[in-house]
């Protein structure tokens, strides 16, 4: 019980980023997030093309 109580405190502190770390946060999470979403979305377009054409 007390050990989640004090991973509550621990993570409600690390939420309040400034704008700029808040920012950098996004823009690094963002770069994981791009090849994957890429492919996906080449994947997605492809299929989608080859129902149009049918």
């Known amino acids: 019980m007390e050990a989640a109580l004090q991973y509550k405190k621990k993570t409600r ?3 309040k980023l400034t704008f700029s770390q808040w920012v950098l946060k996004t823009i690094k999470r963002h770069k994981k997030r791009t090849t994957t979403d890429v492919t996906i ?3 997605v ?3 989608l093309f080859f129902i ?3």
Do not use: F
């Open 41 to 43: 979305g080449l994947i």
């Open 52 to 54: 149009n054409l049918v």
């Open 13 to 15: 502190k690390e939420q």
């Open 45 to 47: 377009s492809v299929v």
